[in-house]
Nanobody, 126 residues
Framework: QVQLVESGGGLVQAGDSLRLSCAASGGTSGTFVVAWFRQPYGKAREFVARISGTGDSTHYVDSVKGRFTISRDNAKNTVYLQMNSLKPEDTAAYYC???????????????????WGQGTQVTVSS
């Protein structure tokens, strides 16, 4: 069974940067589509970014385009989310998720992902 573990969250000031990591283990952990979602306190979980299994295709929600970059190192079974120019509205618990079906179409719904990590908190102060 594939397990995903996020790390790298923390408390930062507006304008700062953070890099989140999502380490996968078990199964075909290095080759499936991975996405980042976030869930602000009391709100629904929302799609942030997605990367294909090979890393050659990425997709972002409009609110993070130009600030966040998703990447992966399949040799390390790890996906990253580099977050620059952070804003208070980026405050949320961040989750990585895996789609073992490796669908080409970009899936932004929570229900489209099978594997989930436990989340890491990102708090941006103004």
């Amino acid at each position: 069974q594939v397990q995903l573990v996020e790390s790298g969250g923390g408390l930062v000031q507006a304008g700062d940067s953070l890099r989140l990591s999502c380490a996968a283990s078990g199964g075909t952990s290095g080759t499936f589509v991975v996405a980042w979602f976030r869930q602000p306190y009391g709100k629904a979980r929302e799609f942030v970014a997605r990367i294909s299994g090979t890393g050659d295709s990425t997709h972002y929600v409009d609110s993070v385009k130009g600030r966040f970059t998703i990447s992966r190192d399949n040799a390390k079974n790890t996906v990253y989310l580099q977050m620059n120019s952070l804003k208070p509205e980026d405050t949320a618990a961040y989750y990585c998720a895996g789609d073992p079906l490796n669908r080409v179409v970009v899936i932004t719904a929570v229900s489209g992902y099978t594997y989930w990590g436990q989340g890491t908190q990102v708090t941006v102060s103004s």
